[in-house]
């Protein structure tokens, strides 16, 4: 499993990531049919691999958009009632912003980017007002920061609400098992830590969530649940699908589900903690000039925010990494330029991650001499 992965690799973009040469030889494939076995047999494959993924016995939705179109598709097939979200950075305020896009109550309960809500605040704010569902990014890719979706999912079920999760950069990287921790919605999206091209989405919905989601009369056409339930469970989408990008997914989701959950979450952890330890060492190089966004104990697998001196840019260093042949991020909303993001994830090894890292050294000490 090891050969086949990213050694090599010189894309450490927070997502997309890099994409392994047989996946993208994939793409290539002649159209088949998608109401025609050979179709439904791949998308059995493809949840077998998917159901690993995830942690369920469920069936896995595949919607052919960003993952945006599912978070949509929670808000809009979430229960009645007002809903709160939880906002520390860029992507989960778009998680708000998409429940004030669809006529939904919602209220924000903002956190300091860099930081992970503290439960025993979201508990209280809880029980002070009945809310149907909660909205919450499990990884937060502008800002690297990792959030226990178990025990928020917990205390939004001691008062009465609904867990819609958005694990966009979590899935694949970072450990999450639907069933176990009783989730209700969980999405991700193709590009990041299941290292595939842009454009599909993968979520799961509880059986309790979908029941209830037929009751709801505003969940539009295109991203309805209960229709990606029903058609899931014949081994089709509701609607016609990126072929191509399915070829893609049925070669790489299998590919992942081999290397076991278990070990590829230990990979990202290791990417992880690299990355920080690298971050320590070149800022005390350079007198504290750099530090990670995300406070310890809840940094990301997949993503690492680092937060710049006043004396350089994002740009500028990107521009400098670009040199010595590397692909990394600039930060993200209002941290654009104030920070850069590494992206260490999908089928990138802690070897090839090294190599990075080493063409950042180069970049920064040229910069900060």
């Given at each position: ?23 993208l030889a994939a793409l290539t494939q002649p159209m088949i049919a998608h109401r025609g076995p050979a179709f439904e047999s791949m998308y059995g494959r493809m949840q077998d691999a998917l159901q690993v993924i995830f942690g369920t016995t ?100 001691e008062n009465g609400a609904v867990c819609l999760v958005d694990s966009v950069t979590g899935v694949g990287a970072a450990e999450l098992r639907f069933d176990e921790w009783e989730l209700d919605f969980a999405l991700t999206g193709s590009q ?163 190599r990075c890292l080493a063409a950042c050294d180069l970049a920064f000490d040229a910069l900060l001499r």
């Amino acid at each position: 499993m090891t050969d086949s992965l990213l050694t090599n690799g010189t894309f450490f973009f927070p997502g997309p990531t890099e994409v392994r040469p047989a996946v993208l030889a994939a793409l290539t494939q002649p159209m088949i049919a998608h109401r025609g076995p050979a179709f439904e047999s791949m998308y059995g494959r493809m949840q077998d691999a998917l159901q690993v993924i995830f942690g369920t016995t469920r069936p896995v939705y595949v919607s052919s958009s960003s993952a945006t179109g599912l978070m949509e598709a929670a808000v809009r097939s979430a229960p009645a009632g007002r809903i709160l979200s939880i906002v520390n950075g860029a992507f989960s305020a778009r998680f708000a912003a998409i429940v004030q896009a669809c006529a939904r109550d919602g209220d924000v309960l903002d956190v300091e980017w860099g930081k992970a809500i503290d439960l025993d605040v979201l508990a209280e704010r809880l029980r002070g007002m009945r809310y149907a569902a909660v909205t919450v990014a499990h990884s937060e890719t502008s800002t690297g920061v990792l959030t226990d979706i178990r025990a928020v999912t917990r205390i939004a079920h001691e008062n009465g609400a609904v867990c819609l999760v958005d694990s966009v950069t979590g899935v694949g990287a970072a450990e999450l098992r639907f069933d176990e921790w009783e989730l209700d919605f969980a999405l991700t999206g193709s590009q990041k830590a299941l290292a595939l091209p842009p454009g599909l989405a993968f979520a799961v919905a509880s059986k309790a969530f979908v029941e209830q989601a037929g009751a709801q009369h505003a969940r539009g056409l295109y991203f309805d649940i209960v229709e990606f339930e029903t058609y899931a469970l014949r081994n089709q989408t509701p609607n016609t699908p990126a072929i191509s990008l399915f070829f893609a997914a049925d070669v790489q989701l299998p590919f992942i589900a081999a290397e076991t959950m278990a070990v590829r979450w230990a990979r990202h952890a290791a990417m992880a903690k690299r990355t920080c330890d690298w971050v320590d060492a070149l800022s005390a190089r350079h007198g504290g000039a750099l530090e990670v966004a995300a406070t310890p104990g809840h940094r990301s697998p997949s993503v690492t925010s680092i937060g710049l001196p006043s004396s350089i840019t994002g740009s500028t260093v990107l521009a400098a990494v670009a040199q010595h042949g590397f692909t990394i991020g600039s930060g993200y909303g209002k941290n654009r330029e104030t920070s850069i993001r590494i992206g260490h994830m999908g089928d990138h090894t802690l070897e090839g991650l090294e190599r990075c890292l080493a063409a950042c050294d180069l970049a920064f000490d040229a910069l900060l001499r």
